[in-house]
């Protein structure tokens, strides 16, 4: 069953949602009379898939007995992913709902095309106001449920869009993380009690679906503003969440990570050469990377990307990375080679398991942390100039832990709606 796409302003998109339950279960129930409807148990630290032994009811308040609409692991549930997807000629947002209890989650035909919003931008009163019409219909799947098999079942909703999208989404106003970019003079208190995303190592106060619940209710039903609550409360929750998901649930977008990322070690092999040659050199390096790249690899950057590689591209160019490697290799000192030559290996073993949508074996998510980890460490001690962006400190420290939960990261990522 598929809700066919609209072209709706932000104004009247909720008119037509009036089935948007009623349209998802009717795709379970196929998925289901098909025989393709699949298990997704959550796991243990072990690795262990955890038995789904109990069905969900519905309690004598309408609402879960369980809090944040986080549901008992032992509980019988289902998955879906709601993301927004901005781009297209002309520009529009599209919201999608994924289904991840079937074999191929990421192929468009395995989602839900809810809206299309000529809109231009994904900033959060386009976000807030897009979503907000389909919330209610959001809330009446996690109280009630979904009858899937003969048992009502838990529905446990993930939020796997771009970067942008998830921190609106949720009312960030910056990175999805409680550390500031940079250490900051006027911060210096909260950089010490939180750290930073250069403080890599830095054990951060976890963020909790509480904590979003409690920053809404003070947006929207008491009528505070930020500066009232204090930075140190409200945690860069800067505006009202337009739905609580728990943050075990945020899946972080394996496609925007490999896109993201593969840039940098090629920003870095230009960075290097300026570093050692002079500005010159730079130069000239960048334009032998250009033609290396459009030549030997076979591709260049395209427009809808923004100027940037699309997934594909950045596989087939961490393949081909000796290419670059070798151009490099007269220009820079041996350490400082070796360091780069070491970050594509590493970066060339992340990226096999990351966008895989497909369960990852214990051992395997074991070693994807280590070289996720090791990869990030390694470009920051050996390119001291080089901040730690966002993408990088979500690698370093979120993908593997969402992965060790759910078994895999690919299966809840966006590649469906990008």
Known sequence: MILPAMEVSLSDTGAHLAHLSRAVKGWLADLWSAGLFIER????????????????????????????????????????????DRGGDPSSVKFVIGFINQEHPKRLGSTLLVAVC?????????????????????????????????????????????????????????PCCLGMKCPTEAHSLLD?????????????????????????????????????????????????????????????????????????????????????????????????????LSVHIGFEPVPYQGGNFIGGHCHTIASGCGKIEDALHPLVSVPRFTAYERAWELWRGVLSTLNRAALILPAKQARFKASARAFVSLLQGSFPWMSISPKLHVLFARTWEVMGLWGSKGLYGEQAIE
Do not use: W
Request: glycine share 8%.
């Open 41 to 84: 148990p959550a796991y243990d630290p072990q690795g262990v898939a955890i038995p789904q032994t109990r069905d969900f009811e519905i309690s004598s308040n309408g609402r879960p007995s369980y809090r944040d609409f986080c549901p008992p692991a032992d509980m019988r549930d289902i998955h879906i992913c709601i993301g927004l």
């Open 118 to 174: 000529p809109e231009s931008k994904d900033k959060y009163p386009e976000v807030a106001a897009m979503l907000a019409p389909h919330v209610a219909q959001i809330l009446r799947l996690r109280y009630t449920g979904v009858v899937v098999g003969g048992h009502r079942r838990a529905v446990r909703v993930f939020v796997n869009s771009d970067f942008p999208a998830i921190t609106n989404t949720v009312g960030h106003k910056g």
């Open 192 to 292: 010490e009690a939180f750290g930073t995303l250069q403080d890599l190592h830095c054990i951060h106060p976890p963020r909790t679906a509480a904590h979003l619940r409690e920053m809404q209710e003070a947006y929207e039903g008491l009528g505070q503003i930020p500066a009232e609550i204090g930075l140190a409360a409200h945690m860069s929750v800067e505006r009202s969440p337009v739905t609580i998901v728990p943050p075990s649930q945020i899946a972080p977008f394996p496609l925007h990570i490999t896109i993201g990322i593969t840039a940098r070690p090629l920003r870095l092999a230009i960075e290097a050469v300026t570093q050692e040659r002079g500005p010159v050199d730079g130069g000239r390096f960048a334009y032998q990377l250009a033609a290396i």
